[in-house]
């Protein structure tokens, strides 16, 4: 299994960065680089615990579809995402947001396992985990930026 945490300090109240963390317009906009598009499910706005979206981008060449449901909502602390269906073994995100003194810190935890055993673990070794948290630091800042800028 692979783990990547990443935090990010956003001068925005929790509400905003957490509602713009859940926004599928916005994810769109921080995923130009793999022509992303929500094709199922919730297709934009605000996903809600229990609904789905299914994702179908280019990766390393590749179209591929990612299905993934909100299982957990603690508004507007915490939610997480799950792989319903994809390529990937297992996927598991949790977002988290705390506020203190005027910023917002949301804390993202990607878990996820590939699938190929040690073809997978090698691949996630030399090519993966660096493109999943590229791809996760590129929405991240996407969200400051919007949320910093509806502030202002």
Do not use: C
């Not at 060449?61 to 915490?78: R, V």
């Amino acid at each position: 299994m692979t783990k990547i945490t990443l935090q990010t300090k956003i001068k925005a109240p929790i509400e905003t960065v957490f509602n713009l963390s859940r926004n599928i317009d916005i994810h769109l906009l921080s995923t130009s680089q793999t022509n992303e598009k929500a094709i199922a499910g919730k297709t934009s706005g605000l996903i809600e615990l229990n609904e789905t979206v299914t994702w179908k981008g280019k990766h390393f060449g590749f179209y591929l579809k990612h299905s993934s449901k909100i299982t957990e909502m603690e508004f507007p602390n915490y939610f997480v995402d799950i792989m319903e269906k994809g390529h990937f073994k297992s996927f598991r995100h949790e977002h988290y947001f705390e506020e203190k003194n005027g910023f917002t810190t949301m804390k993202d935890v990607l878990i996820y396992e590939t699938p190929f055993w040690i073809f997978g673990r090698f691949f996630d070794y030399i090519l993966l985990k660096n493109h999943m948290r590229n791809f996760l630091l590129e929405r991240n800042a996407i969200l400051k930026n919007s949320a910093e800028n509806q502030t202002k």
